[in-house]
């Protein structure tokens, strides 16, 4: 199955390609499943050997002036470093450490508190909302309240939608 469509399987298995497809729309006992993980198995497989070479590549080119190339005094072949070999070289290393080495060089940043709790404490949190409500004049057990903007110098209610607390 590795690269080939679902008409090359059918013909190398030697079912009829409509019934195949039939499989793969009814997902016919995990058909379409199992061919999707096959697929995906392949394609993983195949950027990993990808990852690889990019990992070996040689990043220097020879040196070739009117087709033909220099050597060096002891007759070893010149070369320069190529900076747009470098850059896929060091693009992979980055992906390769940023994904299996990712305890020690993700980039993922979580913001949590010490020992990994909540960054504020959730009395903090209900004695600014207690606070916020006491500033509006609403009550302890208020929710949501009606809006009035300044635009219309308050003699105007906005609905929001939501259920006006009682006061």
Not at 47 to 59: C, S, T, V
Not at 60 to 68: A, F, Q, R
Not at 91 to 104: I, Q, R
């Amino acid at each position: 199955m590795q690269g080939k469509n679902l008409k090359e399987i059918a013909e190398e298995c030697e079912i009829s390609y409509k019934t195949m497809e039939g499989w793969v729309s009814r997902n016919y006992e995990g058909f379409r499943d199992k061919l999707k993980m096959y697929k995906n198995e392949w394609r993983l497989s195949l950027a990993e050997q990808n990852i690889d070479e990019a990992l070996q590549l040689k990043i220097t080119n020879p040196v070739i002036v009117s087709g033909v190339p220099q050597r060096n005094s002891d007759g070893t072949l010149m070369e320069v470093i190529d900076p747009k070999l470098i850059r896929i070289k060091i693009d992979n290393s980055h992906f390769v450490a940023e994904t299996l080495g990712k305890d020690t060089y993700s980039k993922r940043q979580e913001l949590v508190g010490k020992g990994g709790g909540s960054l504020v404490a959730k009395e903090d949190v209900q004695e600014v909302v207690a606070r916020l409500k006491a500033a509006a004049g609403l009550p302890d057990n208020a929710t949501t309240h009606e809006i009035k903007p300044e635009s219309n110098n308050g003699s105007e209610s906005v609905n929001t939608g939501q259920p006006v607390a009682s006061s």
